[in-house]
C-alpha cells in the first residue's frame, strides 16, 4: 500500500507570499498525484491533476510539480481566500482499487 | 451547474445502523465512478469506499469492509452509503465524490453530512 506524507504540517504565511508544498510517496506513483483545497464546512476542490495540470477554473497561481515520489503544490502569491488545508492523493495503479490521502498541510495566515 | 447533495446523517448509537444518500446533478452521472471519504474531527480525509460508474465493481477500505456498503441507482442518479455496526471511530462528516472513469481523481464533491456515533 503506497503512502502519502506531506511537509511540513502548518505553514504561517502573509497574503502576497509564496507557499511551497510538498508531498513524498512512498513508491513511484508516476505523474498519477491531485491536490485538493478544503476550506473547512465547504465541498473539498480539485486543483491539480496528474502532478501538474489545474483542473477547470484553478487560477495559474497555482502549480504542481514533481513525478515518481516527490510533489511540489506552489502557489504563487497567496490570496486571502487561498487560506486553507490541502491534501495530496492518489490511486492504485493496479486491482484492487484504493485511493490514499496524505495528511493534510495546513496553510493559516500570519 | 454540478451538484452533490449528502442527506441522511445524523446521531446514532454505536452498533447501530445508518444510511446516507448523495443526490447528483448537473452532470452525467453514468460516466463517472464514485466514492465516500469521510474526515473524522481533527483529521484529515480518508477514503472509504468506491463503486464504479456502472456499479459492477466496488471496493472498501479495510477500516469499513465487511460493515459498510456502497451501491448506486443511475436511474435516480443517486449514491448511498449504508453503515452497520456503528462504531465510535466512525463519526466524521462524509463527503460523496464523484471522478471520470478514466482518471483516478475526484473532480466533484458534495459539502459533506455528518455522522455522529454516540451513547
Known amino acids: 500500500e503506497i503512502v502519502l506524507t506531506q511537509s511540513p504540517a502548518t505553514l504561517s504565511l502573509s497574503p502576497g507570499e509564496r507557499a511551497t508544498l510538498s508531498c513524498r510517496a512512498s513508491q513511484n506513483v508516476r505523474s498519477y498525484l491531485a491536490w485538493y483545497q478544503h476550506i473547512p464546512g465547504q465541498a473539498p476542490r480539485l486543483l491539480i491533476f496528474d502532478a501538474s495540470n489545474r483542473a477547470t477554473g484553478i487560477p495559474a497561481r497555482f502549480s504542481g510539480s514533481g513525478s515518481g515520489t516527490d510533489f511540489t503544490l506552489t502557489i504563487s502569491s497567496l490570496e486571502p481566500e487561498d487560506f486553507a488545508v490541502y491534501y495530496c492523493?492518489?490511486?492504485?495503479?493496479?486491482?484492487?482499487?484504493?485511493?490514499?490521502f496524505g495528511p493534510g498541510t495546513k496553510v493559516h495566515i500570519k | 451547474q454540478v451538484q452533490l447533495v449528502e442527506s441522511g446523517g445524523g446521531l446514532v448509537k454505536p452498533a447501530g445502523s445508518l444510511r446516507v444518500s448523495c443526490a447528483a446533478s448537473?452532470?452525467?452521472?453514468?460516466?463517472?465512478?464514485m466514492a465516500w471519504i469521510r474526515q473524522t474531527p481533527g483529521k484529515g480525509l480518508e477514503w472509504i469506499a468506491y463503486i464504479s460508474n456502472s456499479g459492477d465493481t466496488t471496493e472498501y477500505a479495510d477500516s469499513v469492509r465487511g460493515r459498510f456498503t456502497i451501491s448506486r441507482d443511475n436511474a435516480k442518479n443517486s449514491l448511498y452509503l449504508q453503515m452497520n455496526t456503528l462504531r465510535d471511530e466512525d463519526t466524521a462528516v462524509y463527503f460523496c465524490?464523484?471522478?471520470?472513469?478514466?482518471?483516478?481523481?475526484?473532480?466533484?464533491w458534495g459539502q459533506g453530512t455528518l455522522v455522529t456515533v454516540s451513547s
Open positions: 448537473g452532470f452525467t452521472f453514468t460516466d463517472y465512478h
Open positions: 465524490a464523484g471522478g471520470e472513469m478514466a482518471t483516478a481523481y475526484f473532480d466533484y
Open positions: 492523493q492518489q490511486r492504485s495503479n493496479r486491482p484492487p482499487v484504493r485511493f490514499t
